[in-house]
């Protein structure tokens, strides 16, 4: 009898864990579902809250939460300035990162044509490993070449790519995805999964990133009207 009654004892705390697991990302703790920058960056965002995904095509996780994060920062619109980085960790991503600030300088880079990209990459598994091959794609897909080459070679791109590459250090940028909120809270699904010390699939780790954001977003503004 003695026994059963651990055993059901064991089995109780053991759903307790799992669900304060599960359910914590919408009350989340610093060291388990966000860490803080080690220097707090000055967010430029008006009177919304700065939120950053640092992020490259070449990344299927990162794949998987672009249109949740593209969705989410649509309806958090009006209190979010919503801005992405792609990084480049070696030589081999060079040209996704500056296809990215060429489209994105030109104007060219909407949601759609972002998700384009990636589908592209992550599911057709086009390369982008070269400059022609990036120039033939942009055409096949409706930019202007000439106009592309132009602006892909231009002094104004290659900074915005130094400045991406910066951010890496500013932002100890290790992995990717990784979303950081007002320039000093930082999640991701694999920090809230890592964590909790849960057995999460991507999806519910995706689903409790969003949560951290709504939260943190939330506690910023909070913050900010206490102080008026």
């Known amino acids: 009898m003695m026994t059963l009654i651990r055993r059901f004892i064991a089995i109780f705390l053991l759903g307790a864990v799992a669900v304060t697991a599960s359910a914590r990302p919408s009350n989340p703790q610093p060291n388990v579902d966000y860490q803080l920058l080690p220097?707090?960056?000055d967010a430029e965002a008006g009177r919304k809250v700065e939120v950053i995904e640092f992020f490259g095509y070449f990344c299927d996780h990162c794949y998987a939460l672009d249109l949740p994060i593209t969705n989410w920062a649509r309806q958090h619109k009006d209190n979010v300035l919503f801005r992405r980085v792609h990084v480049k960790f070696g030589d081999g991503m060079a040209m996704q990162q500056r296809m990215f600030y060429?489209?994105?300088?030109?104007g060219?880079?909407?949601?759609s044509m972002h998700h384009k990209i990636f589908r592209a990459m992550q599911e057709q598994r086009y390369p982008f490993r070269t400059d022609v091959q990036v120039f033939r794609w942009v055409e096949e897909n409706g930019i202007d070449r000439l106009k592309f080459v132009e602006m892909f070679n231009s002094f104004y791109?290659?900074?915005l790519c130094q400045q991406g590459i910066g951010f890496l250090d500013t932002y100890k940028v290790?992995?990717?995805?990784?979303?950081?909120v007002d320039g000093?809270?930082?999640t991701s699904p694999a920090i809230i999964s890592e964590g909790n010390k849960a057995?999460?699939?991507e999806q519910e780790a995706i689903n409790g990133t969003l949560k951290v954001l709504d939260s943190l977003v939330n506690r910023t503004l909070k913050e900010r009207a206490s102080k008026r």
């Open 39 to 41: 220097v707090q960056q």
């Open 102 to 106: 060429t489209l994105a300088a030109m």
């Open 108 to 111: 060219e880079l909407t949601n």
């Open 157 to 159: 791109v290659e900074s």
């Open 174 to 180: 290790d992995g990717v995805p990784m979303v950081v």
């Open 184 to 186: 000093r809270f930082v």
């Open 199 to 201: 057995d999460m699939n």
